[in-house]
């Protein structure tokens, strides 16, 4: 994409006429597309993650309204008469 041609021509130009490309010209290449694949594990670790954390709170959501549900109900109990 960044030069216009497909992955597969471009390295094959550079196979075929390695004098005309400079000494470092695929490591750049490559070396951003590490960092691609690490950005990418990266954000799917996050993403896990995240999702890990939204569960708990929902969990903890659920024991709430359920510890509130009760207070309500036995604030609504007539008072014992002695």
């Known amino acids: 994409m960044l030069y216009g041609v497909a992955t597969k021509n471009l390295n094959k130009a550079v196979k075929c006429n390695a004098g005309r490309f400079p000494p470092d010209f695929m ?3 490559m070396w951003a597309f590490v960092r691609l694949r690490e950005l990418i594990a990266s954000h799917k670790e996050l993403a896990k993650k995240i999702d890990h954390l939204e569960r ?4 903890h959501d659920l024991q709430l309204r359920d510890i509130f549900e ?3 109900t036995l604030m609504a109990l007539p008072p014992k008469r002695s």
Do not use: L, M, P, S
């Open 70 to 72: 009760a207070i309500r």
């Open 56 to 59: 708990k709170v929902e969990n």
């Open 27 to 29: 490591f750049e290449i």
